[in-house]
């Protein structure tokens, strides 16, 4: 019943945008920070962005500031992720989660949900 499902990958070209959304269901997103994820083939799984649940403050990690925006619609129960100015490392299958935001991104500590994941590809 709980539930969170990413929508919006696809494959783009370099300068490219999309916008990822993470829609939940069976609770109550405002609730809880949501985190966006990424992996890419070979690589560890890092934290892209965070938006807090108290005041919707919101977190990036260096390799994505001033490109990517998170945002979140309670009304709609969804967060989303703007990606701008899209690169080839950013490709990459993206999550969004339950989270712990901060300087690092990381999953909740106690409560995990993840959706399925959508990917992004970035190329010419």
């Known amino acids: 019943q709980v539930r969170l499902v990413e929508s919006g990958g696809g494959l783009v070209q370099p300068g490219g945008s999309l916008r990822l959304s993470c829609a939940a269901s069976?609770?109550?997103?405002?609730?809880?920070?949501i985190g966006w994820f990424r992996q890419a083939p070979g690589k560890e799984r890092e934290g892209v962005s965070c938006?807090?649940?108290?005041?919707?403050?919101?977190y990036y990690a260096d390799s994505v500031k001033g490109r990517f925006t998170i945002s979140r619609d309670n009304a709609k129960n969804t967060v989303y992720l703007q990606m701008n100015s899209l690169k080839p490392e950013d490709t990459a299958v993206y999550y969004c989660?339950?989270?712990?935001?901060?300087?690092?991104?990381?999953?909740?500590?106690?409560?995990?949900?993840w959706g399925q994941g959508t990917l992004v590809t970035v190329s010419s």
């Open positions: 989660a339950t989270a712990e935001c901060g300087r690092v991104i990381t999953a909740h500590r106690f409560l995990e949900v």
């Open positions: 069976g609770f109550t997103l405002d609730y809880y920070a």
């Open positions: 938006i807090s649940s108290k005041d919707s403050s919101t």
